[in-house]
């Protein structure tokens, strides 16, 4: 799919439970408590992937699967337009047997 991460921290002792997630082709993070909705914000790009390792240099591991909110949050226009494309219920053209057999024909006399 994408290069969104998704990373947790826990710490029992201070009663912290954070995730912290980014998304470096949009430039979107995504942090807050684990169970919230969390806060979005725009970085620029590089700045992203840089916060990536500072996090886990602070205790952040990976956790998988990234839950589908965070997903949903993080995904780029072109991914929405993709999986809208996917959901759509394509119908097949309608084609009567006689214009079915026309089309047959006619392809016949090129040969």
Known sequence: MTGIYYLEYHDAAKNSHKFYAGNPQTGDVLYGRVGAKG??????????????????????????????YVLDTLRTDEDKAFF????????????????????????????
């Open 39 to 68: 806060t979005i914000k725009r970085y620029d790009l590089n700045k992203v992937s840089t916060m990536e390792y500072e996090k886990y240099n602070k205790g952040y591991s990976s956790v998988r699967p990234i839950p589908q």
């Open 84 to 111: 809208d494309f996917l959901e759509k219920k394509v119908k097949p053209a309608k084609v009567s047997a006689n214009q079915g057999l026309l089309n047959w024909f006619s392809g016949i006399d090129r040969l």
